[in-house]
């Protein structure tokens, strides 16, 4: 029935957040993936993590590139800005419209095939450079536009649907963008909704680049008995880390003191409460994170959670010193000062 549109009027008593809007608002239209398709549930955890947070939608922009995952983002933020890109290319466009436009919150939206292949080198380098992003990769292992081929994040021995098995060494994207430098690494499943929406609430308001691996498993080509990516292994391979409830200080908190919950603070003022499953786990050390995911994954688990978090990150902009107003509204004056502040410039090269 996806040809059918979704009405644009809304139940007069549907909730509405702080800043007037109901959660129908931040849809898109209907989907036209397969029916129980993980990633429509991704696109339903961003839906309501943006509503919760109480964000406008005409100040987030979402950007993809090329896959199922990438076809995505017309199913959710239907009124927010939006720019499909080519195959791996969604990192450079998206830094590109940060440095142009900083007042703007940034949603990139990829897959495995998209991130991890032909895009490894744009995902690397909007990691190390803290551009200012929630990049979240929707994978599942297969190119499932392409009918099931496995993607380079596919597990070493699992098996295709009709009996491949792979013998290449997988990609996994999260413990690379930890190596990189990336300031907020998540994973989840997209069959964990209670998990997935504080991460992505805690991505957005993250203030560097904040990275979500979902592992979303392909009804079509990789939900069957010898794959790792189908709901059944992943619910039953799953070690949560830690379970997150995402607190914003503009309304008063009731602390709960108990040496199983930690409280991260984040640049924009608001905080990450961190409620530990392992007890030893300590979500702000880079190497202890590296070492429990290598831990996990070694013993067949797959570490979901906030995997690390820097609660001192600053963006591209800071880094880069760039000015405090957005750059594409700087005029004329601003842009081109004159000849005496360029000779001054070149005076301070020499």
């Not at 924009?268 to 007890?279: C, E, F, M, N």
């Not at 010193?321 to 004056?333: C, F, I, Q, V, Y």
Request: aromatic residues 6%.
């Amino acid at each position: 029935m996806t040809y059918l549109a979704k009405p644009k009027l809304h139940h007069p008593s549907l909730t509405k957040n702080a800043v007037g809007y109901t959660r129908r608002d931040y849809e898109g239209k209907v989907s036209t993936l397969c029916a129980g398709c993980g990633h429509d549930s991704v696109s339903s955890a961003i839906v309501q993590a943006c509503w919760q947070l109480d964000i406008q939608p005409h100040r987030i922009a979402k950007l993809s590139g090329i896959g199922c995952s990438s076809k995505t983002p017309d199913y959710f933020l239907g009124a927010s800005h939006g720019f499909n890109t080519v195959h791996g290319r969604m990192p450079s466009v998206l830094t590109g419209a940060y440095l142009a436009n900083r007042d703007l919150l940034y949603l990139g939206i990829s897959g495995d095939g998209d991130s991890a292949s032909i895009g490894l080198g744009q995902f690397a380098h909007a990691m190390r450079r803290g551009v200012r992003m929630g990049y979240i990769v929707e994978n599942n292992g297969v190119y499932g536009l392409t009918k099931g081929q496995f993607s380079a994040t596919a597990d070493k021995g699992s098996v295709a649907k009709k009996g491949a098995t792979n013998n290449d060494t997988a990609i996994d994207l999260a413990a690379l963008a930890l190596q990189l430098g990336a300031t907020f690494v998540a994973r989840s499943f997209s069959g964990d909704k209670a998990q997935l929406v504080p991460l992505i609430e805690g991505a957005m308001r993250h203030g560097g680049a904040a990275f979500i691996d979902v592992i979303s498993p392909c009804v079509a080509f990789n939900n069957h008995a010898g794959s790792t990516r189908s709901y059944d292994h992943v619910r039953e391979h799953n070690e949560a880390l830690n379970r997150i409830d995402f607190i914003d200080l503009a309304a008063e908190q009731v602390v709960e003191h108990s040496p199983d919950v930690v409280d991260v603070p984040q640049a924009d003022g608001s905080t990450l409460r961190l409620r530990k499953v392992a007890p030893d786990y300590d979500p702000t050390d880079r190497l202890g994170a590296m070492n429990a995911m290598q831990r996990f994954a070694a013993g067949g688990e797959i570490a979901t959670g906030l995997l690390y978090v820097d609660p001192t990150a600053h963006d591209w902009h800071a880094a880069q010193r760039t000015a405090s107003a957005p750059l594409n509204t700087l005029g004329e004056k601003d842009l081109c000062p004159g000849s005496a502040a360029l000779a001054k410039i070149n005076a301070g090269l020499r």
